[in-house]
């Protein structure tokens, strides 16, 4: 399976602070590359797909990069609502993987 | 708009087995897929495995393999997942979701199903 990994595992910002989460591949998986927010007790959300496209209705604050293993979700300006987990997935393999997480709390 | 709901959540002895059934609603159910996702208490998501919703072709997680079956009921636009000899570390929320697209994401959740799995 691809493993895929995420850092940091947490991160405490402020409002307004611009926020970056990593997830690097255990090999390529091209641009296939999706990034999911979860709040306590919610399922997932989908943010972006395909590396770097926003999901209809997601704020632009939010943004994808990368390619190949390694990728990056950048908030631009941290607001109330974003607290929250936020996960990678990997869809190059028919095996799905995702990361193991990033918790984003207030600081 | 496009729904997917989920049975109610459940209370299995440790060797028993479940069926969870996700209802979809608000899109042509043939025209995407379904997977499965679970989350034990307090950790990260598990991929669980995927169903094709045109040809019922499965494709399962290895660690799952000979323990959970992923159906369809087409006439009624409902996916099901099965989880047998089921043991203490199955207590989880499990959810369904569609995929789909060039590069494949899962673009609506159901609400999740509670599992706990308890002697």
């Known amino acids: 399976d691809i493993q895929m990994t995420q850092s940091p595992s947490s991160l405490s910002a402020s409002v307004g602070d611009r926020v970056t989460i990593t997830c690097r591949a255990s090999q390529s998986i091209g641009s296939y590359l999706t990034w999911y927010q979860q709040k306590p007790g919610k399922a997932p959300k989908l943010l972006i797909f395909?590396?770097?496209t926003l999901q209809t209705g997601v704020p632009s604050r939010f943004s994808g990069s990368g390619s190949g293993t390694d990728f990056t979700l950048t908030i631009s300006s941290l607001q109330p609502e974003d607290f929250a987990t936020y996960y990678c997935?990997?869809?190059?393999?028919?095996?799905?993987?995702f990361g193991q997480g990033t918790k984003v709390d207030i600081k | 708009q496009v729904q997917l709901v989920q049975s109610g959540a459940e209370v299995k002895k440790p060797g028993a087995s479940v069926k969870v059934s996700c209802k979809a609603s608000?899109?042509?159910?043939?025209?995407?897929?379904i997977s499965w996702v679970r989350q034990a208490p307090g950790q990260g998501l598990e991929w669980m495995g995927w169903?094709?919703?045109?040809?019922?072709?499965?494709i399962y997680a290895q660690r799952l393999v000979g323990r959970v079956t992923m159906t369809t009921d087409t006439s009624t636009g409902t996916a099901y997942m099965e989880l047998r000899s089921l043991r203490s570390n199955d207590t989880a929320v499990y959810y369904c979701a569609r995929e789909g697209g060039t590069y494949p994401n899962f673009d609506s959740w159901g609400q999740g199903t509670l599992v706990t799995v308890s002697s």
């Open positions: 997935q990997q869809s190059y393999s028919t095996l799905n993987t």
């Open positions: 169903i094709s919703g045109y040809t019922g072709e499965t």
């Open positions: 395909a590396t770097s």
């Open positions: 608000g899109y042509r159910f043939t025209s995407y897929s």
